[in-house]
């Protein structure tokens, strides 16, 4: 009776997370959250995307102010690495003006909650960073704001500013892929790495495969991302049509943000929230 095979299957921990369950494992990764936004009454979502590693303006300028102190005393005392550091951490003071960007789009989301009775919640990734300042943004109204977190090797801890029941943690980035897109009705993606990117690009896709329906795609920093890809030059090459330039655009500021998703539903016809799923 205490062997492994006398336990039953929901109670057998090893069996549950061994390869011949995995599929078990995608339905329960996908059911938790998705009871739970039911049962919340979360129906429609602006989904932001964002870089963890840019950081609100005091945190960059106090790493800018420690590399410079260090560079100022004797060269024989610098670490390896010491100019490439700190040439970063400049490049990240330049981009933290995005974090207040960010924080006010939140702002103005949140502000949509009360509005509208419970149906639109701001969700971000639920880290630190951009995902942060937009979830801030959302908390200072008092606002529901919703973090997508996921299992990393290193961990990545949720952001302070989730609202308590709304911080949810997948193990599979296919699930939580699914769980940014299912209500969302815009994607707004301020500057980042491979994760941003990895998002970004795979919000376009489908929308240009017609897979999901079309929304608001919008890039925030215009010149950030013209120097990460360039979708002219995919054009000139034959890859992606002409008119797939027009599945994204770009914005500076928050106010610009929610006008323009205002604008894309006003011209189609369409309510932000009460829609059809």
């Known amino acids: 009776m205490r062997s492994p095979e006398y336990r039953r299957a929901d109670e057998d921990i090893d069996y549950l997370q061994s390869e011949d369950t995995r599929g078990v494992r995608l339905q329960l990764d996908y059911l938790k959250a998705e009871r739970l936004l039911e049962h919340h009454r979360i129906k429609h979502s602006i989904v932001v995307f964002g870089s963890t590693r840019i950081p609100e303006p005091k945190a960059a300028q106090r790493k800018v102010a420690e590399l410079e102190a260090v560079q100022n005393g004797p060269a024989e005392h610098w670490p390896s690495g010491l100019e490439r550091d700190l040439r970063i951490a400049r490049r990240l003071l330049d981009k933290s003006h995005y974090y207040e960007v960010a924080r006010e789009f939140g702002r103005i989301v949140g502000a949509q909650e009360q509005t509208n009775g419970d149906k639109l919640a701001l969700v971000t990734g639920g880290g630190p960073g951009l995902m942060e300042a937009a979830n801030r943004g959302a908390h200072d109204m008092d606002a529901t704001t919703v973090g997508l977190n ?13 609202t308590p029941g709304f911080c949810f943690r997948f193990h599979y980035f296919a699930i939580r892929k699914l769980h940014f897109l299912l209500r969302a009705r815009a ?42 890809f360039d979708p002219e030059f995919l054009v000139d090459e034959g890859v992606i049509a002409p008119e797939d330039r027009d599945l994204f655009w770009f914005a500076e500021t928050a106010e610009e943000i929610w006008e323009d998703i205002q604008r894309w539903y006003a011209r189609a016809g369409k309510s932000i929230v009460d829609q059809e799923e």
């Not at 996921?150 to 989730?162: A, K, R, V």
């Not at 998002?199 to 010149?223: C, H, S, W, Y």
């Open 150 to 162: 996921i299992t990393l090797p290193h961990e990545q801890f949720p952001n302070p500013y989730l």
């Open 187 to 228: 994607l707004v993606i301020f500057p980042g790495g491979y994760g941003t990117l990895d998002e970004f690009f795979e919000a376009l896709t489908l929308i240009q495969t017609r897979k999901i329906a079309p929304m608001p795609l919008i890039l925030v920093g215009e010149d950030y991302w013209r120097g990460a």
